[in-house]
């Protein structure tokens, strides 16, 4: 099992920058493909970004491409989400979530383990 918490929301203005947290425990969470989705009230869960294992490779939402970046640490079994030029539209739940299987992908079924997730809110 892998547990994942994450943080760092909160209410910013537009414009601003959040960094959002993914602190992972459990049986080698270091090696897993990793991910942040978002949910919206009223939308669907959707795709953010996400991280190869090493940290070497990373996809990117169109919506976020250029304003977001992913990273992780390993010695500290944490992976990051560094947000700029926040907009209104990026007011969601934001989740954390571990793949266990190869690759990069951008379907929540590929993800085996998610965090409770953390609430950002973009005020205009």
């Known amino acids: 099992q892998v547990q994942l918490v994450e943080s760092g929301g909160g209410l910013v203005q537009t414009g601003d920058s959040l960094r959002l947290s993914c602190a992972a425990s459990?049986?080698?969470?270091?090696?897993?493909?990793k991910g942040w989705f978002r949910q919206a009230p009223g939308k669907e869960r959707e795709f953010v970004a996400a991280i190869s294992w090493r940290g070497g490779t990373t996809d990117y939402a169109d919506s976020v491409k250029g304003r977001f970046i992913i990273s992780r640490d390993n010695a500290k079994n944490t992976v990051y989400l560094q947000m700029n030029s926040l907009k209104p539209e990026d007011t969601a739940v934001y989740y954390c979530?571990?793949?266990?299987?190869?690759?990069?992908?951008?379907?929540?079924?590929?993800?085996?383990?998610w965090g409770q997730g953390t609430q950002v809110t973009v005020s205009s």
């Open positions: 979530a571990a793949r266990e299987g190869y690759g990069l992908v951008r379907k929540e079924y590929g993800y085996d383990y």
């Open positions: 459990g049986r080698t969470s270091s090696s897993y493909n």
